[in-house]
């Protein structure tokens, strides 16, 4: 099994792009956060100084990129994108480094893919400024020490338990965890989407739309441009209701927002494994998909809905879950239910 992260698929890059709040008043929901990241901001405008190194986590799709961006905007900086992957050598980050103008953000995403040369590499660079490479190899070989200009880390994970201990000690400014967002927050990005892309949307699409995208923002956004779609080829161009619940169905959306390989892993969590225990490893074999896919995507929303429990077993299928695929639980099951 490949070992690369979920890919954003091209269309939903440049959708993000556009539908991106351009300001933090823009920004719907994460409040404890935004209000947090305006202290750091103004502190550091006052300060003259950049802002202190942040990390971001939680499960893709909730707008850890858009709040770097956000930062940037607000100190009015240029922000450098890159990924732990995109990173394979200790020049790439030197060259990055040595690369940046005073002030500068470094954004790096899939930080917990970043190999432990370059941590070691980033630990010094974030506490004082200074690049510590080795040139040359053998007898030859030489240490150099360079200084950097001023600049943050602003980095993002789905995966903070991977990151190093060291490697999150270095955050300074603070690490934040996204949360999904609250049904009524999805409902005014949906709406605010809708204005944007300009297209039109009945009152009572909306919570429907909400309801099945999973609290995640980018999701509500990819519905709502299919739902769009739909409602041009088989209406006049107007999401109402009945289009849009056609449009869900279509891409087999449940009333729960569950998606095929939702569905995929709870079968087989409940039909081939009795319920579980069973580990990500036979689940990922048995319905022929990535375990990063399983693990970052589906799994945190399964969890989220009640639906999965980790144990230190394996996973295990709740009484709700059986419920929702219209399977009879088992009696220790079925008791919860009650
Ligand atoms: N689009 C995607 N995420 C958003 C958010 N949190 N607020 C407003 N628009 C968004």
């Not at 510590?132 to 995966?159: H, V, W, Y």
């Not at 270095?170 to 005014?188: A, M, P, Q, V």
């Amino acid at each position: 099994m490949s070992s690369t992260a979920p890919k954003k698929r091209e269309e939903d890059k440049s959708l993000d792009l556009a539908l991106r709040p351009n300001v933090f008043s823009e920004y719907i929901g994460q409040e404890t956060i935004k209000n947090n990241l305006k202290i750091l901001i103004e502190a550091a405008k006052r300060r003259k100084e950049p802002v202190e190194h942040v990390l971001f986590y939680g499960p893709a799709g909730l707008g850890k990129t858009t709040l770097a961006h956000l930062i940037a905007k607000e100190i009015n900086t240029q922000i450098r994108v890159t990924s732990g992957p995109a990173i394979e050598k200790v020049g790439d980050l030197a060259s990055i480094l040595t690369n940046l103008s005073p002030g500068d953000i470094l954004f790096i995403d899939e930080a917990h893919r970043l190999n432990k040369l370059i941590e070691e590499i980033l630990y010094p660079a974030m506490e004082n400024r200074s690049l510590d490479i080795i040139i040359g190899k053998g007898p030859s070989a030489r240490a150099i020490q360079l200084e950097l200009p001023p600049f943050s880390i602003i980095a993002a994970t789905t995966r903070i338990a991977l990151l190093s201990s060291p490697l999150r000690s270095r955050f300074s400014g603070g690490t934040f965890r996204l949360d999904f967002y609250k049904k009524e927050d999805i409902e005014k990005i949906i709406s605010r989407s809708a204005k944007i892309l300009g297209v039109l949307i009945e009152k009572d699409a909306v919570p429907l739309i909400a309801e099945r995208s999973r609290f995640t923002p980018r999701t509500a956004n990819r519905f709502l441009k299919r739902a769009r779609d739909y409602a041009e080829v088989h209406g006049k161009g107007i999401i109402t209701k009945d289009l849009a619940q056609k449009a869900l169905e279509l891409m087999e959306i449940d009333d729960k927002g569950l998606d095929s390989l939702d569905r995929k892993v709870l079968d087989t969590v409940i039909n081939k494994f009795n319920g579980g225990p069973v580990g990500l490893t036979t689940i990922a074999a048995s319905v022929r998909e990535e375990e990063d896919t399983i693990e970052e995507i589906s799994e945190p929303y399964l969890m989220q809905l009640g639906f999965l429990e980790r144990t230190p077993r394996g996973r295990c299928a709740t009484a709700r879950a059986y419920e929702h695929l219209g399977v009879k639980p088992p009696k220790t099951e079925q008791q919860k239910l009650i």
